[in-house]
């Protein structure tokens, strides 16, 4: 079945540090891949998506490319602030089913 | 705004008791999730309903049902609540075209004692 893995956290960084956290997958067909961020006690919002291979999904500072060749869909930010702490969800979605597969989330502290 | 609206925040509950968890949508979606998070494990999939009065099962419906009535407002009730059924309790919306993207409400947190 679909399945999404991302690196372990937390992570912690200073503010106006470089971001990355990593996030592969394993899907029949071919995915439409996402990010989900959960600020502290609110629910998940859609962060960025892209939905074919190469496409780049951005918001926010945020990116992810869609790499099909290494099954790969990092999330990256140049300089990050105290208020991207938060949980970062990758995800999929394929073959047409309504079930969106999450990984387990990567917690993201920044300190000032 | 839209909205993704569940009913308690908070609750606490004794092992055996019939919990009821309320969704409610504002956005007319066809499709509505109940997930269950917990650390380490991310968001596991309870049930799911793409129209009123249907459900499909998901990952982890054991414990668990679900009802949906009217296209707004879907439910998930534990029948006897145990003490690993202590979560957080996602629900989530979407419009028909599987775009996989959901609209979350804040969550409810059990505690089953």
């Known amino acids: 079945g679909d399945s999404v893995t991302q690196m372990e956290g937390p992570v912690t960084l200073s503010e106006e540090a470089f971001l990355t956290i990593n996030c592969t997958y394993t899907?029949?067909?071919?995915?439409?891949l996402f990010w989900y961020v959960q600020y502290p006690g609110e629910g998940l919002q859609l962060l960025l998506k892209a939905t074919k291979a190469d496409d780049k999904g951005s918001n926010k500072g945020f990116e992810a490319t869609y790499r099909k060749e290494t099954t790969s869909f990092h999330l990256e930010k140049g300089s990050v602030q105290v208020s991207d702490s938060a949980v970062y969800f990758c995800a999929l979605i394929s073959g047409g089913y309504q079930k969106v597969t999450f990984g387990t989330g990567t917690k993201l502290q920044v300190i000032p | 705004d839209v909205k993704v609206t569940q009913s308690s925040r908070y609750l606490v509950k004794r092992t055996g008791e019939k919990v009821f968890l309320e969704c409610v949508q504002d956005m007319d979606h066809e499709n509505m999730f109940w997930y269950r998070q917990d650390p380490g494990l991310g968001l596991r999939l309870i049930y799911f309903s793409y129209d009123v009065k249907m459900k499909e099962k998901g990952d982890i419906p054991e414990g668990y049902s679900v009802s949906r009535e009217k296209k707004e407002r879907f439910s998930l009730i534990l029948e006897s609540a145990s003490t690993n059924q202590t979560s957080m309790y996602l629900c989530?919306?979407?419009?028909?075209?599987?775009?996989?993207?959901?609209?979350f409400g804040e969550g409810s947190r059990l505690t089953v004692l």
């Open positions: 899907a029949t067909g071919y995915p439409s």
């Open positions: 989530a919306s979407s419009p028909a075209t599987a775009t996989g993207e959901l609209f």
